[in-house]
């Protein structure tokens, strides 16, 4: 028995004791041999005997208390014509030892493969052994782009040719046997200057040519498949288009095999089917190559050259060259070569391709730039803080490429049917010419119609059918500023029903201001610099506003935060108690004079803070953060959309449905602590499926436990980890873009399944019926595909 050797990471390992342990665990597990763990590398090496093996000694690791780290790596696949390619291209992947999960998407040509130490090779290997041809992917940069462009433009060189050489040689097949038909003088005229069987070696040679020289990929591909009982749809066309060539050939140089009645040619159609099937492969490859255009736009977005100052001088350099801390000059109507902080000068930025924002943004000292952007006016000087994968844009590709190579969970019934289309229809079309040869006795006859049955099957269209929307859907998305971290989060937003919105920083603009105080001025100093110590995002409003009006700040003495509640500070010798009525009730402070006070302020949908002096009610400050300018809109758009939008805030509940009531939300979680929120999500999940967004740090767990977490990008930030989707805008309005592109990507991907089995059910029995000539059948097989490709590139359009 073949062995494989794994090389895996392991965490948690800290001594000798602990390698020990990891090597008794996996070298008990039956087929394990040559265990070994090397504590300097954390890795432990072992050959196994099957894939069970190898993930059974994974499950060992863990119950030795330790975490084997799996590893991701993407591969492209080149040679996939259908689905049944996919299927196989995935089974022949997961047969790897090692392997956990593998993704085979047809539309971008790529694998992902997860893994336990897994040798890249292993799995070229095993894709080499199934039919295809693998490499491993690069990431997304200038340079693959200018590779996949080139190999994209020479794969439709090749199908321009191929086609238009097949259609010159086919044109005069069809002229003479169409033409035969519907004139029968034709055949009676050239039977009488040439002869027909002279006529017949004519289409031979013809046919011969069109299947053996522009249509030797589907012999080259199909009948290899054949063999290695792993049909496609290569095999479809070689066999049907080879199966009437054969026919005719048999008719023309050995009729005595026959009977006499049987003695027909089809030369035009074997012909004929591959013109029309290449014809349909040029149109399909040109609209996939429109149907990643988006994806090629970001990346043309990546600047190969760096203007950057060093020993005094300014020079170009390739942008590889670019390190961290370099000083970049930017000149008006160039692109922001790389991320950075702006040392000096002004510009005004497009970052429509990072916001979806039309509007150009002013960058001036200390902002940050993001690569991509384009300076339409003015100029400045920035040091690089993120260079190559590290910046915004490669984020963004990585993430975009990422949802495209997913899977929904809408795909996986595809799989499993389309894994045995191809023998299916292939038993069909044997079972169909059977019934014809001996229910009907005419061999011709039987063999056109068998024949019609294999050419009018598309396995294509059903392998297109989703990751074409998913990749067209993902990338609008990107250009609309709204980044699908996961391919099957697009099917699961579109399913939500109820949006949970973090206020602060989404509803709101996020930069708080100090709008009132009541009492004596002389307390401000005190207030901020107790808040100066604070992490709260309103502390910074109060200390913003002593320093605008130019006060000085005592030294803080002491400091007790009091999550949730507030804070208690000795600042200048006094103690500073600052914080909500909860609060002060527990610390037996009198506020019943300032209560109503606070109570209008909260009434005005500011946040009012009590504030003690040496325990005594000495103040009500209020901070208000205003509310965004596009939100209500915006939460207009999402009840229009049917979603119930329920707004969760630390604020007082009168403060919190003020707010509410501005914004027209009916529904409002007040005084809520970070931890209630994971509470909250988790019972509003229970009710329907739950949206959250919030701003990726703060509200990590409640993303993470959302059915779908939505995060603020805020333009730079956009490695959140707990969100599913990121809005690179920055506020509400993304969500209602969001949902209506996923409900729109959806209804297009149920269009193209329905489209592609519909078509296959209806067809293949009208084929099988004798009512469908192979030629038409070639026809309807390529408009099938193109159609489900054409219909995927309608959500270009969607505007949001």
């Known amino acids: 028995m073949s062995q494989t050797t794994l090389s895996l990471p392991v965490e948690g390992m800290t001594c000798a004791s602990c390698v020990g342990r990891v090597e008794r665990a996996i070298a008990a597990v039956p087929g394990v041999h040559d265990a070994s763990v090397n504590l300097a590398s954390n890795r432990a090496s072992f050959s196994v005997d099957s894939p069970e093996a190898a993930r059974a000694a994974a499950a060992a690791i863990e119950r030795a208390g330790y975490e084997p780290v799996a590893e991701s790596r993407d591969y492209s696949i080149t040679g996939m014509t259908c689905a049944s390619c996919v299927a196989r291209v995935e089974r022949a992947i997961l047969a790897v030892p090692g392997v956990t999960a593998a993704s085979v998407n047809l539309a971008t040509e790529r694998a992902s493969v997860r893994g336990l130490g897994v040798a890249p090779a292993a799995i070229i290997a095993a894709v080499e052994r199934a039919g295809y041809e693998a490499a491993p992917a690069e990431g997304a940069s200038a340079a693959r782009l200018a590779e996949e462009t080139a190999r994209r433009e020479a794969e439709e060189a090749g199908l321009r040719r191929d086609t238009l050489l097949a259609v010159l040689l086919s044109a005069p097949l069809f002229v003479v046997e169409m033409g035969g038909h519907l004139f029968p003088a034709l055949h009676h005229a050239l039977d009488h200057a040439i002869g027909m069987q002279t006529l017949w070696v004519v289409e031979f040679l013809l046919a011969s040519a069109v299947l053996f020289f522009p249509g030797l990929r589907f012999q080259r591909h199909g009948w290899p498949a054949l063999l290695r009982a792993a049909p496609d749809m290569n095999t479809l066309v070689a066999v049907g288009a080879g199966a009437a060539w054969a026919y005719s050939s048999v008719t023309t140089f050995l009729p005595f095999l026959l009977p006499e009645d049987a003695r027909h040619v089809y030369f035009e159609a074997a012909a004929v089917i591959v013109a029309l099937i290449l014809l349909g492969r040029l149109l399909e490859a040109r609209s996939k190559g429109q149907a990643s255009e988006a994806i090629r736009r970001l990346m043309r977005l990546q600047s190969r050259t760096a203007r950057v100052e060093r020993d005094g001088t300014t020079s170009e350099i390739a942008i590889e060259a670019l390190a961290a801390g370099d000083v970049v000059v930017l000149r008006p109507g160039e692109r922001v070569p790389t991320d950075g902080e702006v040392i000096d000068g002004s510009a005004l930025l497009d970052e429509s391709m990072l916001t979806g924002e039309p509007v150009p943004v002013r960058k001036q000292a200390g902002d940050r730039v993001t690569g991509g952007t384009l300076a339409t006016d003015g100029g400045l000087r920035f040091r690089a803080t993120a260079v190559g994968g590290e910046t915004v844009l490669a984020q963004i590709l990585a993430m975009v490429e990422g949802a495209q190579a997913a899977k929904l969970p809408i795909q996986a019934v595809v799989d499993r049917i389309t894994l045995w289309f191809v023998p299916a229809v292939m038993a069909i079309a044997t079972l169909t010419a059977l019934i014809w040869l001996f229910v009907g006795g005419d061999i011709s006859q039987a063999l056109v119609n068998g024949v019609a049955v294999l050419i009018i099957a598309c396995p294509c269209a059903m392998g297109l059918a989703t990751p074409t929307s998913i990749m067209v859907g993902t990338g609008r998305a990107a ?234 990008g805020t333009g730079t930030d956009v490695a959140l980890e707990s969100a599913e989707v990121v809005l690179m805008g920055g506020d509400l309005s993304g969500v209602a873009r969001a ?9 297009n991907i149920r269009q193209n399944l329905f489209w592609a089995f519909a078509y296959n059910a209806a067809l293949i029995p009208v084929a099988a019926a004798g009512l469908l000539s192979p030629m038409l059948a070639a026809a309807a097989m390529g408009v099938s595909s193109v159609f489900v490709v054409t219909n995927a590139l309608r959500l270009r359009r969607f505007a949001g």
């Open 479 to 712: 250009e609309l500023g709204v980044i699908f971290r996961r391919g099957d989060a697009l099917q699961r937003l579109g399913e939500t029903a109820i949006l949970a919105v973090d206020k602060t920083g989404t509803l709101t603009e996020g930069h708080p201001k100090l709008t009132d105080m009541l009492g004596d001025d002389t307390l401000l100093p005190l207030i901020a610099a107790a808040e100066s110590r604070s992490e709260h995002p309103l502390a910074a409003a109060i200390v913003g506003a002593a320093r605008e009006r130019g006060l000085t700040l005592p030294e803080v003495e002491q400091f007790e935060p009091l999550p949730g509640r507030g804070l208690v500070a000795r600042v200048a010798g006094r103690e500073v108690a600052i914080g909500s009525a909860r609060m002060m009730a527990e610390r037996g402070v009198d506020f019943s004079a300032l209560e109503g006070e606070a109570a209008r302020l909260a009434g005005l949908g500011r946040t009012p803070f009590l504030v003690a002096l040496d325990g005594q009610a000495a103040s009500v400050i209020a901070v208000a953060d205003p509310i965004r300018e596009s939100t209500p809109a915006a939460v207009a758009a999402l009840k229009e959309q049917g979603l119930r939008v329920v707004m969760v805030s630390g604020d007082n509940r009168r403060t919190a449905e003020a707010i509410a009531a501005q914004l027209g939300i009916a529904e409002v979680r007040a005084e809520v602590l970070p931890a209630d929120k994971l509470a909250i999500v988790e019972e509003l999940r229970g009710q329907a499926p739950t949206a959250f967004l919030g701003d990726g740090i703060n509200d990590a767990p409640a993303l993470a436990a959302a059915d779908v977490g939505i995060a603020i």
């Open 739 to 747: 949902v209506g592109l996923s409900r729109a990507t959806m209804r």
